[in-house]
């Protein structure tokens, strides 16, 4: 049985999962005394019974709405559908998240031939009232009945020309009624039956249509994308009109009670002289900010901030208010919190604490710690922006503002960069080789690959921003040219890349620069005060390590030593190390290597002054160092006086089927461990080096793609061997540790075994993904596009750590390296170390840290105190 | 401190790990009252003491061989260096488990200058004393003081060319004094000192040696690759001399209580008159069979005939045993198990049985299930491989013996088979195109790939014999011939190959033939007794299906159905369906290849007879099915009237960084789910089909490389809705189920959630093993022989089941489904269902079957019930 009509002075905000988000604020504003035109709401309960009811609106609940009914009239003295008083009505939808897809609202109802002349006696103004009655048709046909909006526009629009109009508020009173006909004929002609005279029947019909909406398939879809459960069902929140469309001394508004945009503690909106709602949104006038309205009706602006103080006191929020004035009168219709930019949440957050309306730990659960992104990258002014040409959009691969001018191959943007141009490197795909000139570049633009391509990956790396895979553009690398449709862009040409929304456009737009400072700083030390998760960083320069530091990093967790390996003075040693025949030929090549090492390690060492920094020795197979192209092959032939059936056959012999499942990472190091002992001497030469420059190291060895205690032990005793040979050589005593990646789900599942000779697990959750999946991330892309569609899968897993199946491999070599070595150091490193939902699992399942790319520290950070604070 | 040295008539075979094989057979021996030459052994705790105490002979252990020495004078009426008695004696290693690569037999031990002169004396036979003598020093020079042979050799063979001698035996007593003088002359030149003339020196320093060459490399090697413990250490064998040089009522030899080949119950072995054990396996003379002493020597062929009963009846196993007749006196030197052929094994288990010497439950567990393999394909004759010429070695890929004219490409052969020709298929490697090429050949032969390469894996499954990665051929496929070194074999010539040794000859040899009745058939009755596990085959064709039935196959665990779509009249069709713009024109293609799948699946269901028939829907990935030769890709686009550079792209579009990790199997099906519809339409409609026919069938159809529960939702859904559409249709009522292959890390992990759709899984351990592991097993033979002489692995994962890593995931998957799902179908579809340590440990963790090749079939019996006696 139960009730299923609240009237709005019966509910309050805590009641939201019966009342919906809007019903529950409306009746707490109610109970707070705000001036709330009176109505009741419709439950949730009502919704999910009606659906049980096949779709009936059952005896019960029609008494219930029915009583309401009566008992507003009678508060209002005014009867629905009355010729003398009429009430009108507005009815509204309220789910318990407000969900887009959903039907929003119907103003008017209750108005019909009858009902609109005593309106128009009533108050005298005839004008008002079929102004009314027409926006009641049109809205109740295209929201309730479905009748499309542009059949009625066209009307309108005919009308206003005819007449020479500019305004809807310059039609006549007669303009309307011949409007308010045709609509009605419309209404006819589409459904074959006259507009609904009985006011009673349109409040039904309505009802029926916001429940009917709630299983729309576009709300549907929005559910299942946001985690929405499908039983919460929607309210309906049925209210007694009040007129913004009364003359000069009435109007409707928005306003939020602070910026949104900066988090500015003044009030911000706007308004319309002698409009309804939809006015606003419509954008047929232009509304004036709100300030204006203390000129205009001071008492009434006055009143209104008064409310808006009143609110936000009361929801210790800022709110996004609705509201309109009637004949000089104030109305709230609406408020929830304020959606804003992560600047305005941290300055809001930071501004509450010291205004005492909230605590700390309240500021830091309010900021979505994924929105800190803006924040951290440069971004197009809106001004600029609003001007520029989009001329496509690719996938958002790595977040930031950049232009620069077009070149299509590394060394020509090298070649740029020296010459004091910024420069956009446009690619089809990038691969390491390119390395140099992204380093050297603005920004990269790929036409292939997807979020995880070899360009995204390490473009969020360097903190660079990225658009990848935007298909639409032909990129022609010997041409120097990139197409879209009928645009030719010629190398020299500025674009601008927007990498956090994926757009390209022509020209070089002005950017806002990043500033990290004020309230920004107080904010992050607070969030690191309750962190127990320590962060740490993925950074291969010296430059990384030292943004990361600047943005908190505690650390490093993955200094990867192969982009080292592609620097320009280094590949063709590098090549000739790969390409000797004998060990002696390839010692040779690694001794010339030896000394570059050195000072990479010692510099980045020097750069984290004495934080924990995590190396791990060369990973990826050998033929990615190896150059593909017929004139790149003959050149290095010629260099390196070898045949060039040679190199073409020692190319072939790396060429691999499957190279993520092939020879690389230790198993490099089991072929070849001269390659891994000149890295591990490089390494310990490198630490001692910046200790004599007085920095506090002890380096962590890392060593990758470990399946089974075996390999490991193979190589830890030459890594061993190396490392104490230099300590004694130099006669320094130094810790250091041994330990290995976790990113082959063998070693997550014999982690006890390999937990005997690993000193730290870090999990490399990207490779780890890659294999308990069985999905390439090169190629993936393709299919798992159809994933999304088809709704098979809710959250790429290559972003978000599947905590099912990944994690549940994370979560078990945790426990089984624990169970052999107590103290055993655990980390991410994977991509997922940056992504808010990952970090919180891993602060659940006790990890040591995670490490991300430099640019997404913040948000790790930011994401392991709510972790923390959630567990509480 | 405890005992370390044991007489022989202190010890029994149940001491076999304190006395070592040898020592406890010799005691055995003695205390059933064999004529054994009286002896005492040094235990295995001796040399693992000898081993603490810095490989020293202490002097408690020396007191004990002092003893036990005298006690054996006493016994004998001699001592050791006697100048009138001289007490001679051996010295043999014996380990627990028998090894090759440590110190064998010294003979004669205890001969010096004034010894041998009253050896000479004392048994009035100055050449036998003379003949030991020599012996002796070389034999001590060579096993114990490490001199190499051929120096002693060239002065034996010197002196018998000098005099015109063909056999030692025609040396005189001179001739033996001046060689015993030069012996020593070689000793003292290559170790600058005396040669021992100390028996007692002598005694102890071949004890060392003994204990010494436990621990040399290659029995180091060899223990480690058979998983014999290290700490087992080996024991010493002291005993008197007895001797069978000492004239024509003198002689030495080994028998088998039964051919070895054959099984047959006749004493089986060969023996030299005049002559020491070294000597028959020198094969200086040719033996004599052993019936032939029956003539010669009929009392001692009695006694010897009655020996080898009661140790037959004693150990009740067929016995290989070492014996010496001294002047008419027959002794037994060694007895132990003999080794056996496969069919031998087979014919003595099940005469044991019936002669009740043994149980079926022994019979069973006697067999090297291994082993059976021999017995399941044609081998060579042996007089005819002895003519044979070996031109190389590969890998034995897929055993078997197979000769046939070479032919380099796919259709030459099936264009010679036709003309009635036995062809070899010669390839650099496989590739799904040459699949009708490999059924049409009598066995192939690859330059390039491992054992799990795609020629070795499906040559396995076709029960065909083949040759992989035989590196020193170079094939030249444009040329039409093979080369190796300098032999040049062209098309059209002959070649034989043993796909069970990896031997390559030239020419036609003549073969055995396979014949599986008999004793076999009763011996497989008794397996499938107490066999738990069921055995399935894999079987993609009506042929391999019967051939598989015929071996005892219980069903089908895994029939692929892209082998299939290669077929000459297919391929087409197949290729216009990937090269389809539109679903219209793929659903086109699709109907046309319908009646052809339904015509293979009900031939299928047929074949097997009402068994269970698992199909697993089309898995590899598009490209596979794609030409890759520029000409075949022109040829393609003429048939389909297609532009060639369409075809290319789309060959591009689909070409894979990681095709195994790509876009395939179930992934294949969300993309393009009309192709699971066709297949699942055509297995209903063939089952239909093969049940109006008389067969009772009930489908299982199998989704493979699900990783997620939400994959097998979206697609069961499609697949149950066409089988239901096609029973409703065709009035028939049939049960059937949908299942999915494990074969992804994450599906193991998540089984729970997948078993709430499927009703049965069935492991992909091939697949699991590669992702679990991080394996691509088209690359990993580059690394893994590494791996292997670095013996960082013991086994080839791809070969037997990785218990600890992907059998653990095979083991929680199992849990998990049967949480869910408690009668959930469990089985294995892998390589290595038909690895009987594989298929142990399947049967140990409960599983309901196992599938393997059809060849396998019955090794994959025989280990299930070997797993189910052991368990018992």
Redesign the interface.
Known sequence: MGKFVYSFKEGSKEMKNLLGGKGANLAEMTKIGLPVPPGFTITTDACNTYYKKDKKIWDELLDEIMTNLSELEKTLDKKLGDNENPLLLSVRSGAVISMPGMMDTILNLGLNDTAVQALSKKTNNERFAYDSYRRFIQMFSDVVMGIQKYKFERILDDIKESKGYKYDTELTVDDLKNIVVEFKNIYKKELRQEFPSDPKEQLLLAVKAVFDSWNNPRADIYRKLNDIPHKLGTAVNIQSMVFGNMGQTSGTGVAFTRNPSTGENVLFGEYLVDAQGEDVVAGIRTPQPIASLKEIMPDIYKQFEDTTRILEDHYKDMQDIEFTIENENLYILQTRNGKRTAKAAINIAVDMVSEKLIDKKQAIMRIDAKQLDQLLHPNFEEKALKQATLISKGLPASPGAASGKVYFNASDVVAANENGEKAILVRLETSPEDIEGMVSSEGILTARGGMTSHAAVVARGMGKCCVAGCSDIKVSESKKELRVKDLVIKEGEYISLDGSTGSVYTGNITKNEVELVGKFEEFMDWVDEVRVLKVRTNADTPNDAKTAVKFGAEGIGLCRTEHMFFEEDRIPVVRKMILSKTVDERQEALEKLLPMQRKDFSEIFEAMEGRDTTIRLLDPPLHEFLPKKEEDIKNLADDMNISYEDILKRIEDLE????????RGC?LA??YPEIYIMQARAIMEGAIEAKNNGVDVSPEIMIP?I??V??LK?IKEFVVNVVEDVLKESKVDMKYMVGTMI????AA??AD?IAKEAEFFSFGTN?LT???????R???N??LV??ES????EKDPFQTL?K???G??VKMASKLGRETREDIKLGICGEHGGEPASVEFCHNIGLNYVSCSPYRVPIARLAAAQAALKEK
Do not use: C, W
Request: without cysteine; hydrophobic residues 30%.
């Open positions: 691999e089927f499957n190279p993520m499942l092939g020879h198993r089991v072929t793609l399946g089974d075996n390999e193979y990113e082959v789900p063998r599942l014999t075994e490779d890659q294999m308990t999946y069985g999905f390439s090169d190629d993936a393709k299919f159809e994933y088809k709704e098979i899968f599947d099912n199946g990944v549940k491999l």
